[in-house]
């Protein structure tokens, strides 16, 4: 068996390369040059004799150059549904996000990607985690375990359900081998607060950490006048930690990480 994995040289999209390799299975990693989500002509070649095509690739939250979002994450992404769907691969596996309350370019990206597949040819899988550990608690939004020092969105009270990336890859594996089906929310095990997940790392670290802490208010006019898509989809999710994202996930076929375990590794 084939599997393409678009975004193969992400954090997520690797380790599903490679839970898929443990099982047996032919991993094809879409790699630019040879293919490009931004180069529709360079796909049929990708996808031609594969049965499966799992796509984590997106822009976010590292590109800012003008037109990212709709290059990598709508247009890229329904390019690459296009050439599984005429090259007759049988299931599609997708990484979204659950639809949340505020528009912003990201969001649009993923609903329009997810309109496609309803109306393809494909058994398609969309896996709808909750905010990823391996994003939310790194540097990249300001949350740096060396320097016990963590960036807090809105008050950091409401509850959020956190995932760690691995669960997700040893998910998005098993659904390109047909073990899960339809459109799945991914919310994790528990549902902690930002200031709850600090207080886990303070423990898990031996001391005490250091807050800035970013108002609503700023998230919004952010969301409203960012200079670019990366900004204001980044203010918009990071408003959504603010305002609470619990997502109830049904029974999956592994035991998902808690923060605590997480922290600790």
């Known amino acids: 068996m084939t599997v393409v994995v678009a975004g193969a040289t ?4 690797s380790r599903i390369c490679d839970g898929l390799r443990a099982r047996g299975v032919d991993a094809r990693p879409l790699v630019r040059p040879e293919a490009d989500l931004t180069r529709p002509e360079t796909l049929p070649d990708l996808v031609a004799g594969a049965e499966c095509v799992v796509c984590t690739a997106t822009s976010f939250p590292r590109d800012a150059s003008p037109g990212a979002v709709e290059r990598v994450d709508r247009d890229g992404t329904i ?5 599984a769907e005429a090259a007759g691969v049988r299931r ?6 659950k639809p949340v309350a505020r528009d912003f370019p990201l969001q649009r990206a993923k609903r329009a990607v997810e309109e496609r597949l309803e109306q393809s040819q494909l058994d398609a899988v969309v896996l709808r985690p909750g905010k990823f550990m391996d994003i939310w608690f790194s540097p990249l939004v ?6 016990r020092h963590a960036t807090i969105f809105g008050d950091g009270t409401a509850p959020v359900t956190w995932i760690a990336a691995a669960d997700v890859a040893e998910l998005a594996a098993g659904a390109a081998l047909g073990e899960l089906s339809g459109t ?8 902690l607060s930002q200031r709850d997940v600090v207080r886990i ?14 108002p609503a208010e700023e998230l919004e006019r952010q969301i409203a006048d960012g200079p670019d898509d990366l900004t204001r989809s980044l203010a918009a999710v990071s408003l ?9 996930t049904r029974q999956t ?3 998902l990480t808690t923060v605590g375990e997480f922290a600790r590794g």
């Open 10 to 13: 992400g954090a997520l999209g």
């Open 79 to 83: 390019a690459l549904v296009g050439a």
């Open 92 to 97: 599609f596996v997708f990484v979204s996000f």
């Open 142 to 147: 300001g949350f740096d375990v060396e320097a």
């Open 184 to 191: 799945i929310e991914l919310g994790g095990p528990e549902a």
């Open 201 to 214: 790392y303070e423990e898990a670290t031996g001391g005490p950490w250091t807050l800035d802490e970013v």
């Open 240 to 248: 959504e930690c603010h305002l609470g994202s619990v997502t109830e």
């Open 253 to 255: 076929p592994i035991r």
